[in-house]
Nanobody, 125 residues
Framework: QGQLVESGGGLVQAGGSLSLGCAASGFTFSTYAMGWFRQAPGKEREFVAGIVRRGDRTYYADSVEGRFTISRDNAKNTVYLQMNSLKPEDTAVYYC????WGYGIRRRSEEYDYWGRGTQVTVSS
C-alpha cells in the first residue's frame, strides 16, 4: 500500500516563502504522476500543481502560477513544492497525491490513488 508523508508546513508572513516536501513509499514512485492539492476551512479541496512521471512537464492552478514551483527527485522518491510570494489566501492544509494514470496531469482529487495526511500552511497578513 502506498504511503505519502508531507513535511515543511508552518507559519509565514505574507510575501515570504516555504518549501514543502513529500516522501513516498510502498509503490513505484517514478511511474506515478504527482500532485499537490490544498484545502482551506469551509472550502473544497483544490488542485495546486502537478508534475508528470519524468518531471519534464509541470502544471499549475492560475492562482499560484509564477509563485509556486513543483519538482520531483525520482531517486529519492520525493516531490517538492516551493512556494514564494505567499499570500494570506494561500492558507490551507496542503496535501500531496499520487496518480497511476500515465498520460498527463489530472486536476480532480478523486482521480488520485494515494494521499498524504497533509501539512498546515498559514500565511499571516
Amino acid at each position: 500500500q502506498g504511503q505519502l508523508v508531507e513535511s515543511g508546513g508552518g507559519l509565514v508572513q505574507a510575501g515570504g516563502s516555504l518549501s514543502l516536501g513529500c516522501a513516498a513509499s510502498g509503490f513505484t514512485f517514478s511511474t506515478y504522476a504527482m500532485g499537490w492539492f490544498r484545502q482551506a476551512p469551509g472550502k473544497e479541496r483544490e488542485f495546486v500543481a502537478g508534475i508528470v512521471r519524468r518531471g519534464d512537464r509541470t502544471y499549475y492552478a492560475d492562482s499560484v502560477e509564477g509563485r509556486f514551483t513543483i519538482s520531483r527527485d525520482n531517486a529519492k522518491n520525493t516531490v517538492y513544492l516551493q512556494m514564494n510570494s505567499l499570500k494570506p489566501e494561500d492558507t490551507a492544509v496542503y496535501y500531496c497525491a499520487a496518480d497511476a494514470w500515465g498520460y498527463g496531469i489530472r486536476r480532480r482529487s478523486e482521480e488520485y490513488d494515494y494521499w498524504g495526511r497533509g501539512t498546515q500552511v498559514t500565511v499571516s497578513s
